[in-house]
């Protein structure tokens, strides 16, 4: 007669959402040793219990290897059902968001920052979520090898503390993303307010972008701009370098911006290697049709 494991999943405030932990864990348990019928459970949708009972495999670890089986179905369970309703609860309690499509792009903004970029074979799970999937299968499947009851939200909030605090943390930088997005869409619509109003000081200026944050500003005599429009300000080539740091490559671009702004040229070409570069797009989007991407350098 085969070993069986059993226990019991009490979630009492989602009940229906029990029966698709149901048919993971009869999923997890399709293969050679362990066929789908071999896997019972029993569902209460009053209670919000499922019952589950399932073969141990053979040997001294069979235990072990069916929990740690489960425990990887649970934590992708909770990743996939408890995580966005964790994420959305957050977002209306701590940050007062009542508009459901709003809080469907900040769980999808958090959700993609704790799961991280993708891995180096292309696959569409970053490696954050496989870290987090791994953690939390460890957990449960520790805890199931001793316990033959999981009340799963008493687990997910008392025993899963690092883990919530993980998933609140990137709830507030969605948050805040979403706010300097916010802040930086008006600040680019004040601008381009500001483009449209001001007269025009400048016919034409050549905006020689070699990549990264190295620019030059010309005149439509390949002069550089300084010698027309300004004085006494950046370096007298024009040239606009920096070496590495993400602040000071911010500062060369708010500069470079400034200085357009400055000059308020008619017509604006732009000859750049990266035209889907964040400044240029930053450029584009301030000047608008002034604005002209320029494939062909001109003769100097």
Known sequence: MKKKMEFVVAYASD????ERLAGMLSRAFVNAENRVDSVQWELSQEDGVLRCQFPIG??????????DRVGRVLAEYTLSEHEPALLRKLFRSKFGLRDEMEADALIAEAVSLLDGEPDTLGGWMGRGRERRLQKLAARFSRYLEDHERLNLEGFLRFRLGDYRAEVKEAAEAAVEERMLERQYQEFMSLLKSMVEWQETRTSTVHVMHAGGHAFRLLDEE????????????????????????????????????????????????????????????TIIGIFGDRAALSPELPAH
């Open 15 to 18: 009940p229906p959402s029990l």
């Open 222 to 281: 390949m002069r550089p701009l300084e010698q027309v429009a300004e004085t006494g300000s950046g370096p007298k080539d024009g040239a606009k370098r920096s070496g590495g740091e993400s602040s000071e490559g911010a500062e060369e671009e708010s500069l470079i911006v400034s200085r357009l702004l400055a000059a308020s040229p008619r017509q604006l070409y732009i000859h750049t290697p990266e035209p889907e570069s964040q400044v240029i797009r």
């Open 58 to 67: 053979p040997g001294p670890k069979g235990k072990k290897s069916s929990c």
